[in-house]
C-alpha cells in the first residue's frame, strides 16, 4: 500500500469519527429532550425519594437528564439533594430514574 493510499484511508477514518461525534451529540440532543417531555417530576420541589438506598428520604430534583444506561432502561433520571432533618438541602446528592418511580407508584397504590 501506498503512503497515498494510507494517507486516503486516515483521512477516511477521520471523517467517520467525526460523523460519529456529530450523531452522537444529534442523539443526545434528542433524548434530553424526550427526558424532560416525559419527566413528570417538578423540578426544584421537596418529594419522597424514591430511588435506592434512601427510601423514606426526601430530596429535591434539580436536573433531569436522559437515562445514563441508555433508551433501552428508560427515558429519565432526575438527580439532586437529599433534604436533611431541619429541611434544609445536603450535599449529598442522588439520582432515580423512570423505573424506580414506577416502582415507588406501584408501591404507593398497594393496600
Known amino acids: 500500500m501506498s503512503d497515498n493510499d494510507l494517507k486516503v484511508l486516515r483521512e477516511e ?4 469519527r467525526t ?3 456529530e450523531a452522537n ?3 443526545y440532543t434528542k433524548r434530553q429532550s ?3 417531555q416525559t419527566c413528570p417530576l417538578k423540578l426544584g420541589e421537596a418529594m419522597e425519594y424514591f430511588g435506592w438506598g434512601f427510601v423514606g428520604k426526601r430530596f429535591v430534583p434539580k436536573t433531569v437528564r436522559p437515562h445514563k444506561w441508555g ?3 428508560g427515558d429519565w433520571e432526575v438527580s439532586g439533594p437529599l433534604v436533611k432533618s431541619d429541611g434544609t ?3 449529598r446528592i442522588v439520582s432515580a ?4 418511580y414506577a ?3 406501584k408501591k404507593a397504590v398497594q393496600p
Open 89 to 91: 438541602e445536603g450535599a
Open 103 to 105: 416502582r415507588f407508584l
Open 71 to 73: 433508551e433501552a432502561y
Open 25 to 27: 451529540r444529534e442523539i
Open 13 to 16: 477514518v477521520a471523517n467517520l
Open 97 to 100: 430514574n423512570d423505573s424506580d
Open 19 to 21: 460523523a460519529i461525534s
Open 34 to 36: 424526550i427526558a424532560e
